[in-house]
């Protein structure tokens, strides 16, 4: 009985991670918002900035849309609510934060960083 | 009988294939087999396009310090006057079409939302709409393509050759494996769209949609990733 007791709230979860997926308009609402951040972009690099000042706003875009797609379209931000065990997302968490920092190092070596 | 537990003697009379279709049953970690696989795959392209990008970005200041200081040798295939304008930039700023890659990547923005709406209907059993987003997604995918054969023409007549420089290596490998994940997501939607004009892509068969969307989306993901690092940042 423990089995099927399992078994039944994994299908539960499977219906409810459906209904907890963006409505339609919603993701409407984060196209948009990836297009006004591609404009701002896009005109930020022709508004004659340099070094840090250029760089840094067009990376913390870029960061933005990244999290934008992962987040809405690809569902990590409804999947990571329902998935059990808070190892598994420390384990994702502390492997991104590592390569994140093993990329800052590598670039800094190479002099590659704008500040 | 609990209510769960009625619920559980209902789901196991069911057959084990309804289940199946979503990927498998969940497991304790909370996410299907299939997605979690899908994601440890995800995860491998992120070093990939990582080593990729990075390659790029230590080839081009290694270029543009070779250029600055007038090294024939890498800008040999390259008319003088592109030469005199690298050096008048101090970058590599003047190779790029910026509104033409705008609109590019505009277009491939678009299609991840197509995807997410052919999810949307094929979950719902919305037939025709799932059609129509299917569709409209490899279409977009394929306006992208078509885009990139034209840049890459048009750098190639410039003189950025594969084998001219490391800096044109770097760049060709990194947008070329991007375009080829491109059209690998383009063959999936298409096999998707041939399920569904056989009336077999339905519902039970959302996961499958959803994976080759994760798929997709990832791949532009990383495009938002190389518009801006490679054609922006000068």
Same mark, same amino acid.
Request: with cysteine.
């Given at each position: 009985?423990?089995?099927?007791?399992?078994?039944?709230?994994?299908? /539960?979860?499977?219906?409810?991670?459906?209904?907890?997926?963006?409505?339609?308009?919603?993701?409407?609402?984060?196209? =948009?918002?990836?297009?006004?951040?591609?404009?701002?972009?896009?005109?930020?690099?022709?508004?004659? *900035?340099?070094?840090?000042?250029?760089?840094?706003?067009?990376? &913390?875009?870029?960061?933005?849309?990244?999290?934008? =797609?992962?987040?809405?379209?690809?569902?990590?931000?409804?999947?990571?609510?329902?998935?059990?065990?808070?190892?598994?997302?420390?384990?994702?968490?502390? +492997?991104?934060?590592?390569?994140?920092?093993?990329?800052?190092?590598?670039?800094?070596?190479?002099?590659?960083?704008?500040? | 009988?609990?209510?769960?537990?009625?619920?559980?003697?209902?789901?196991?009379?069911?057959?084990?294939?309804?289940?199946?279709? /979503?990927?498998?049953?969940?497991?304790?970690?909370? *996410?299907?087999?299939?997605?979690?696989?899908?994601?440890?795959?995800?995860?491998?392209?992120?070093?990939? %396009?990582? @080593?990729?990008?990075?390659?790029?970005?230590?080839?081009?200041?290694?270029?543009?310090?070779?250029?600055? &200081?007038?090294?024939?040798?890498?800008?040999?295939?390259?008319? @003088?006057?592109?030469?005199?304008?690298?050096?008048?930039?101090?970058?590599?700023?003047?190779?790029?079409?910026?509104?033409?890659?705008?609109?590019?990547?505009?277009?491939? !923005?678009?299609?991840?939302?197509?995807?997410?709406?052919?999810?949307?209907?094929? +979950?719902?059993?919305?037939?025709?709409?799932?059609?129509?987003?299917?569709?409209?997604?490899? *279409?977009?995918? +394929?306006?992208?393509?078509?885009?990139?054969?034209?840049? %890459?023409?048009? %750098?190639?007549?410039?003189?950025?050759?594969?084998?001219?420089?490391?800096?044109?290596? @770097?760049?060709?490998?990194?947008?070329? %494996?991007?375009?080829?994940? =491109?059209?690998?997501?383009?063959?999936?939607?298409?096999?998707?769209?041939?399920? @569904?004009?056989?009336?077999?892509?339905?519902? +039970?068969?959302?996961?499958?949609?959803?994976?080759?969307?994760?798929?997709?989306?990832?791949?532009?993901?990383?495009?938002? !990733?190389?518009?801006?690092?490679?054609?922006?940042?000068?």
């Amino acid at each position: 009985m423990a089995e099927s007791i399992v078994t039944t709230e994994a299908v /539960h979860g499977e219906h409810d991670d459906h209904a907890h997926h963006p409505t339609e308009r919603q993701y409407w609402v984060v196209f =948009v918002a990836l297009a006004v951040l591609t404009a701002i972009e896009v005109a930020w690099s022709y508004a004659g *900035l340099e070094g840090a000042a250029l760089v840094v706003p067009l990376l &913390a875009m870029m960061a933005v849309k990244f999290l934008l =797609v992962a987040g809405a379209f690809m569902h990590l931000y409804f999947d990571l609510k329902i998935i059990n065990g808070r190892i598994f997302t420390w384990a994702f968490g502390f +492997s991104l934060l590592l390569a994140v920092i093993v990329y800052l190092v590598v670039f800094a070596a190479f002099d590659l960083l704008p500040f | 009988m609990t209510a769960v537990a009625e619920h559980a003697d209902t789901h196991d009379s069911e057959p084990h294939g309804q289940h199946d279709d /979503h990927g498998g049953h969940r497991t304790s970690l909370g *996410l299907s087999n299939m997605k979690l696989a899908m994601w440890l795959f995800l995860g491998s392209e992120c070093l990939l %396009f990582g @080593a990729l990008i990075s390659t790029y970005l230590l080839s081009k200041a290694n270029f543009i310090t070779e250029v600055m &200081a007038g090294n024939p040798n890498v800008t040999s295939t390259m008319p @003088a006057e592109l030469m005199e304008e690298f050096q008048a930039a101090g970058s590599v700023e003047p190779f790029w079409d910026i509104p033409f890659t705008s609109a590019s990547s505009f277009i491939l !923005l678009m299609s991840s939302l197509t995807m997410v709406l052919a999810h949307k209907a094929v +979950s719902e059993d919305d037939d025709l709409q799932t059609k129509v987003w299917l569709a409209a997604t490899a *279409l977009l995918g +394929s306006t992208f393509i078509a885009g990139q054969v034209y840049e %890459f023409t048009a %750098f190639f007549r410039e003189g950025l050759t594969y084998d001219g420089n490391l800096f044109g290596s @770097a760049f060709y490998t990194l947008t070329g %494996f991007h375009g080829v994940h =491109v059209s690998g997501g383009i063959l999936m939607l298409l096999s998707l769209l041939f399920v @569904a004009f056989r009336g077999k892509l339905n519902s +039970s068969r959302a996961e499958t949609v959803e994976l080759v969307g994760l798929y997709w989306h990832f791949v532009d993901i990383v495009w938002v !990733l190389i518009f801006t690092i490679v054609y922006l940042i000068p």
